[in-house]
């Protein structure tokens, strides 16, 4: 079963940019539906981005046009460019794996969009 684990949250001020990667562990980890998640506090954790294994993304519409989804197969990593980051992007963001009945998650890492 795949493991995943996030980096690259931080502080950023409003209008700045971060690249969170999750680097997976597991032999088949190109045939994975990737995806990343975000929960802020308070409320339930939401979709960002999802990439199948044929390369289809779905965003949700808060984040289209701001942030870009992408895997590197060869590295077993997917990653997620997050530019033009608002206030209300603050949350912890969880990198998902799954693949049948199987549906794996991150740690979690806290992005803080503050002046």
């Known amino acids: ?13 409003p209008g700045g940019s971060l690249r969170l990667s999750c680097a997976a ?5 190109r045939l994975y539906i990737l995806g990343w998640y ?3 506090p308070g409320k339930q954790r939401e979709l960002v981005a999802t990439m199948s294994s044929g390369g289809t993304t779905n ?3 808060s984040v289209k046009g701001r942030f870009t989804i992408s895997r590197d ?9 997050m530019n ?7 949350a912890v963001y969880y990198c998902n794996a799954h693949i049948a009945s199987i549906n794996t998650w ?10």
């Open 84 to 90: 033009s980051l608002k206030l209300e992007d603050t």
């Open 106 to 115: 991150g740690q979690g890492t806290q992005v803080t969009v503050s002046s």
């Open 25 to 29: 562990s597991g032999s088949i980890f």
């Open 59 to 61: 965003y949700a519409d």
């Open 38 to 40: 975000r929960q802020a």
């Open 73 to 81: 197969n060869a590295k077993n990593t997917v990653y997620l460019q």
């Open 1 to 13: 079963q795949v493991q995943l684990v996030e980096s690259g949250g931080g502080l950023v001020q």
